[in-house]
């Protein structure tokens, strides 16, 4: 079992920069997929940004891409989510989440690969 606890989020205005925070306990190993999702009101749980913490690609949602950066820190069993030049339409709920197993090609993003969930955190771009 793993444990996530994300932290990070806040109110910024559309261009302005946020970092989330995603850490982990329990069961942790040095090879984990990690990913960043985010629900708004309404609509489905969409991937945003995924890693494997034991190397290997990145992958991003084609909305983000080149705006947001995802890391790793594994000393610290934290997952990191940078997020840049933000927009309206970045006003969601993140959430950091992991899975022992990498997920088949195309489907780092994909909710259904990933096992154990944060909680999430709150993210509001105001225009």
């Known amino acids: 079992q793993v444990q996530l606890v994300e932290s990070g989020g806040g109110s910024v205005q559309a261009g302005g920069s946020l970092r989330l925070s995603c850490t982990a306990s329990?069961?942790?190993?040095?090879?984990?997929?990690m990913g960043w999702f985010r629900q708004a009101p309404g609509k489905e749980r969409e991937g945003v940004a995924s890693?494997?913490?034991?190397?290997?690609?990145?992958y991003y949602a084609a909305s983000v891409k080149g705006r947001f950066t995802i890391s790793h820190d594994n000393a610290k069993n934290a997952v990191y989510l940078q997020m840049n030049s933000l927009e309206p339409e970045d006003t969601s709920m993140y959430y950091c989440?992991?899975?022992?197993?990498?997920?088949?090609?195309?489907?780092?993003?994909?909710?259904?690969?990933?096992?154990?969930w944060g909680q999430g955190t709150q993210v509001t771009v105001s225009s």
């Open positions: 989440a992991a899975d022992y197993y990498q997920p088949p090609m195309g489907r780092a993003l994909e909710p259904k690969e990933y096992n154990y």
């Open positions: 890693i494997n913490t034991g190397g290997g690609n990145s």
């Open positions: 329990g069961k942790f190993y040095i090879s984990m997929q």
